[in-house]
């Protein structure tokens, strides 16, 4: 009844893509530091840099009421004199729509000016649009090439970027090899998303050696900071003892803790353990719950949920059976008690 994470692989993948094109939000330092009397005087003077520390303020509210507008104005001061920060926030403004109308083909263009400079947040952003199709065709190839360009000057988010255009084929031939160096890289500056995908390529023997020890390594680590894909992950491995010593106690632990936070592959884990009395005393009731809360997730692995729950309840009384869904209406997660 367990679904294996292999089942789910490529919908895990869909939430790294989709993770994949999030964007860089505008940046900068702190403006405090300068008193905002003496920054404004330098900025009315024609100074970029202060012009750039004005917008920020503005943006962040500090000293001055919050007012995308104004900082898109000081911005565009500073970016017209060749500032590269100025320049990247200019293009996350049009791009969100904040301060401006929404213009993915401005957006596009200041990134550009941006990125041609070297600002690794204009060349994720920029990528992300490429990737996306928004300013123009969507084009991989122009994605890999900018998120490359980022992910050489060590950007985390951009290594895992690069990473998934790899594995996924797109925009470069797909390369299992040179995905897992690329996860590596972010894994290693403690990137949660590329230190799950890692451990899953040593579960699955992409792009390295299979390697169950391995996968277990990072999908602890993932786990340990509260992830709940990860936490299904893990436990799994200690169900099926891959790895790690087989521990049904342990592997319930971990589905329960992922299974609060409303994973679904999680849920129908632990709906599983009840149903089979592995790690946990046999509890038909307990089993049709997970399965029901998992059941109305829909999808395929909701489908799966409903299976499961409809197996529990061919060995359940009327009685048992309400009282299961008593139990999954009145079910919150720990965090919304």
């Not at 893509?17 to 404004?40: H, I, M, W, Y």
């Not at 004005?54 to 509210?61: D, I």
């Not at 529990?312 to 919150?332: D, F, G, H, P, S």
């Amino acid at each position: 009844m367990i679904p294996s994470p292999a089942k789910w692989w490529r919908l895990v993948l869909s939430v790294a893509v989709a993770l994949s094109c999030l964007n860089f939000s505008a940046s900068g330092q702190d403006t405090t530091a300068e008193p905002l009397k003496a920054l404004r005087a330098r900025a009315d003077l024609g100074d970029a840099d202060a012009q750039y520390n004005l917008g920020m303020a503005y943006l962040n509210g500090q000293g001055v009421p919050q007012d995308y507008k104004e900082a898109l104005r000081w911005w565009q001061k500073a970016a017209d004199q060749g500032n590269v920060k100025a320049q990247a926030n200019l293009g996350y403004m049009y791009n969100e729509g904040q301060g401006v109308p929404q213009d993915y083909k401005e957006a596009v263009r200041w990134y550009r000016k941006a990125g041609d400079h070297g600002s690794a947040m204009a060349q994720i952003n920029l990528g992300n649009m490429y990737h996306r199709g928004q300013g123009g065709p969507q084009d991989y190839k122009e994605a890999v090439h900018w998120y490359r360009l980022a992910a050489d000057q060590g950007e985390v988010l951009a290594q895992g970027k690069l990473a998934n255009m790899y594995e996924l084929g797109q925009g470069v031939p797909q390369d299992y090899k040179e995905a897992a160096r690329w996860y590596r890289l972010a894994a290693e500056q403690g990137d949660a998303s590329a230190q799950e995908r890692l451990g899953m390529m040593y579960e699955e023997g992409q792009g390295v050696s299979q390697d169950y020890k391995e996968s277990v390594r990072w999908y602890r680590l993932v786990a340990d900071r509260g992830k709940a894909s990860a936490q299904y992950f893990l436990g799994f491995m200690y169900h099926e003892g891959k790895g790690v010593p087989q521990d049904y106690k342990e592997s319930v632990r971990w589905y329960r803790l992922a299974a609060e936070q409303e994973d679904v592959s999680a849920q129908i884990g632990l709906g599983s353990t009840y149903f089979e009395g592995q790690g946990v005393t046999q509890d038909y009731i307990q089993a049709h719950m997970w399965f029901n809360l998992a059941g109305a997730r829909g999808g395929a692995m909701g489908a799966l949920a409903i299976e499961g729950r409809e197996r529990a309840a061919r060995k359940m009384t009327l009685e048992q059976i309400a009282e299961a869904q008593r139990l999954a209406r009145e079910w919150k997660p720990p965090s919304a008690k």
